[in-house]
């Protein structure tokens, strides 16, 4: 499991990185502010940026009830694959919110839907896993908060490989 932790964090991060395209047809976010399809956030989850707020919406079919968008964050890529059963879905987002608030958002978010936050490992404050086990693999989310230079605007990653059968439930 930390082997998966671990590759979603680095593939997140060279995610963000890279401007966010993995040259899949399902990665469907661009910087020019012109998705090719984007999906409304599910009900109770109105916290998505509006489009004046946000150059680049949320990629086809992003599951928003699993990974919310912060109240006021600006997004800057978002990507889901659907492989094998499995759902992989990254967040990539600009906020202003303060760094202590960010962890308490997806808490609250995560622990929701049956996710545990993991023990942080010593010396990274900036990243929380969260793990959710029944019948299966277990499933995981990563986030990782980069705080922004002289108090500018902090970058946060959001990354989750989940069962798909789990997110499309109505």
């Known amino acids: 499991m930390k082997k998966t932790l671990s590759?979603?964090?680095a593939a997140a991060l060279l995610l963000a990185a890279a401007g966010c395209?993995?040259?899949?047809?399902?990665s469907t976010a661009t910087p020019s502010g012109t998705a090719s399809a984007a999906s409304s956030p599910a009900p109770g989850t109105s916290?998505?940026?509006?489009?004046?707020?946000s150059p680049v919406a949320?990629?086809?079919?992003?599951?928003?009830?699993?990974?919310?968008?912060?109240?006021?964050?600006?997004?800057l890529a978002s990507t889901v694959d659907r492989a094998n059963g499995t759902l992989t879905a990254?967040?990539?987002?600009?906020?202003?919110?303060p760094a202590e608030g960010i962890f308490p958002f997806y808490?609250?978010?995560?622990?929701?839907q049956g996710f545990a936050a993991a023990q942080?490992?010593?010396?990274?404050?900036s990243s929380r896993d969260y793990v959710r086990t029944g019948p299966g693999d277990p499933e995981t989310?990563?986030?990782?908060?980069?705080?922004?230079?002289?108090?500018g605007p902090a970058t946060v990653t959001v990354g989750a490989t989940v069962l798909t059968e789990k997110t499309e439930q109505p």
């Open 58 to 75: 949320l990629a086809a079919d992003f599951p928003a009830t699993l990974i919310p968008v912060m109240d006021g964050a600006e997004i």
């Open 90 to 97: 990254v967040l990539v987002q600009s906020t202003e919110a």
């Open 141 to 151: 989310v990563n986030i990782t908060v980069i705080a922004g230079k002289d108090g």
């Open 120 to 125: 942080t490992a010593p010396g990274s404050p």
């Open 107 to 112: 808490d609250a978010k995560l622990t929701a």
């Open 21 to 26: 395209s993995n040259g899949s047809a399902e």
């Open 47 to 53: 916290d998505s940026p509006s489009p004046s707020a």
């Open 7 to 9: 590759m979603l964090s």
